[in-house]
């Protein structure tokens, strides 16, 4: 009677974490603000990050709660405020009712036929997976995920790290000739006696050792790069929007290095793949692990500095020479 109990209760969770989830998506979808549209899709992110706990997809959750609601969040915010002047204009052009109605059946089809690939999956189902996991333990990688991105997928994960570049570039560009290499935005008034200032004292120690732990633990666990990566990008920003330091020049030295050093070790290790193993990105038996772990230390460095640029936003203030 126990197991049958916990069975229910599980189904119960599951089904009212889905209802709850499509609910905040369509509170999100209809919010009459930006704002509150945002504050939705932070909320939707949230609760997606359990979803993939349910379904052990612990990697992936982590990933959500850290870039698809923590530091996009903030960088959602602040577009928000900047569109804030612009809103009330904006309600006015709504598109009408037919284009409306048209958008809804659109997703209604998009949404059902998702569902029907997965209530009714070919049988058995294709998977790679065994295939894969053969050559897993010569990576001596503990954690399958970590391995299969930095081995199998690794061009994959190589260009994702320069779209990421490739984009601080984009939001850089939107600023002005004169600002170029300039700090982003207006410094933000400390206030010594606040909340906001006792938080980003107290919580970014903590954060730094969680994120570095994240990412250590990445190799036997889940974790890894992109998760430590976002947790010590969303520390900066919560110091910065704090007061407590100011947004650096976009066009220093040091920024500029942090910004590329991961892809560019990455690459690096890739190309000597040509003369130590079997080609492009393909690792040494006896230097996989330690490989693994340096393109993991240096991806981390990389992530958080552009997540961090990328929250701050274009610069708006000349640079000090």
Known sequence: M???????????????????????AVGAIVAGTAFAAVVGFVTYGLLLALVWVRLAAVDVALTEAAIGSGVTGAVLIAAAARLRPAEARSAAERPGVPLRLAAAVLSALVAAGLAMLVLLPSAPAPSLGPAAA???????????????????????TLLEKIVLLLALLGVWSLAPDRFWGGAPGQPHAAQQDGALALLARLLPPVGIVVGVYILWVGAVAPGGAFQGGAILAAMWILVMIAGLRDAP????????????????????????????????????????????????????????VILGLLASGPPGRERQR
């Open 249 to 304: 020049a976009t066009g220093g030295r040091r920024v500029r290095l942090l910004l590329v050093v991961g892809p560019a070790v990455f690459l690096a290790v890739g190309l000597a793949g040509f003369v130590v193993a079997d080609g492009f990105l393909a690792y040494p038996a006896s230097y996989a692990k330690p490989l693994i772990i340096a393109i993991e230390v240096v991806l981390t460095l990389s992530i958080a």
């Open 134 to 156: 053969v050559h897993l333990p010569e990576l001596a990688i503990g954690n399958p995920v970590t391995a299969v991105l930095l081995a199998y997928r690794a061009i994959d």
């Open 2 to 24: 126990s197991t049958g109990f916990a069975l229910d209760a599980g189904l119960v969770l599951d089904a009212g974490l889905a209802a709850l989830v499509l609910a905040v």
